[in-house]
T-cell receptor, first 115, second 117 residues
């Protein structure tokens, strides 16, 4: 079955620390890849996405992610986190197979950044 | 543009009852997807509607159903509620299939928090 695995469930960092959140998926075909973020009390919103082209994708607020096809990974990175990055981060994958349009989600990573 | 709206925001029901949740997508969006979010299971896909047709369905029992109207508004119904149905139900809209790929970003509403007692 198709699945998405986020390796870190809870991450605690100090401001200015670097961040890397892991995301691996199981699907052999072409995929669209997403990272969504949910700030406390707010809606889920898109952080960045990869459909094709340059595997290094830049998103909002200084986040970036790299798609490594051979590793089935789409890790999220930020060189220097801020207190305002405290949120829940979700990786999602959409298999690009015909009319298959559903997003498959990881369980999320809760990030707490201490000031 | 106004965002995705969901009503009601909170619901408390008892086992055996049924419930209907409503979602209004962003104007112009024709695709509406529904998700169930729980702490233990994360986000799980329920179904997706496009132009009033269900185009994809997740692995949920038949008690969960939905529909979409001609104005793209969607409703989700859960019959014979069980305690395990307590969750945040999220609706997301997108512009639809673009260039042969599901490439559009999904925009989420605030969700409906359902509590089953």
């Amino acid at each position: 079955a198709q699945s998405v695995s986020q390796h870190n469930h809870h991450v605690i960092l100090s401001e200015a620390a670097s961040l890397e959140l892991g995301c691996n998926y199981s699907y052999g075909g072409t995929v669209n890849l997403f990272w969504y973020v949910q700030y406390p009390g707010q809606h889920l919103q898109l952080l960045l996405k990869y459909f094709s082209g340059d595997p290094l994708v830049k998103g909002i607020k200084g986040f970036e992610a790299e798609f490594i096809k051979s590793k089935f990974s789409f890790n999220l990175r930020k060189p220097s986190v801020q207190w305002s990055d405290t949120a829940e981060y979700f990786c999602a994958v959409s298999p690009n197979a015909g009319n298959n349009r559903k997003l498959i989600w990881g369980l999320g990573t809760s990030l707490a950044v201490n000031p | 543009k106004a965002g995705v709206t969901q009503t009601p925001r909170y619901l408390i029901k008892t086992r055996g009852q049924q419930v209907t949740l409503s979602c209004s997508p962003i104007s112009g969006h024709r695709s509406v997807s529904w998700y169930q979010q729980t702490p233990g299971q994360g986000l799980q896909f329920l179904f997706e509607y496009f132009s009033e047709t269900q185009r994809n369905k997740g692995n949920f029992p038949g008690r969960f159903s939905g529909r979409q109207f001609s104005n793209s508004r969607s409703e989700m119904n859960v019959s014979t509620l069980e305690l395990g149905d307590s969750a945040l139900y999220l609706c997301a809209s997108s512009g639809g299939f673009v260039g042969g790929r599901f490439a559009d970003t999904q925009y989420f509403g605030p969700g409906t928090r359902l509590t089953v007692l």
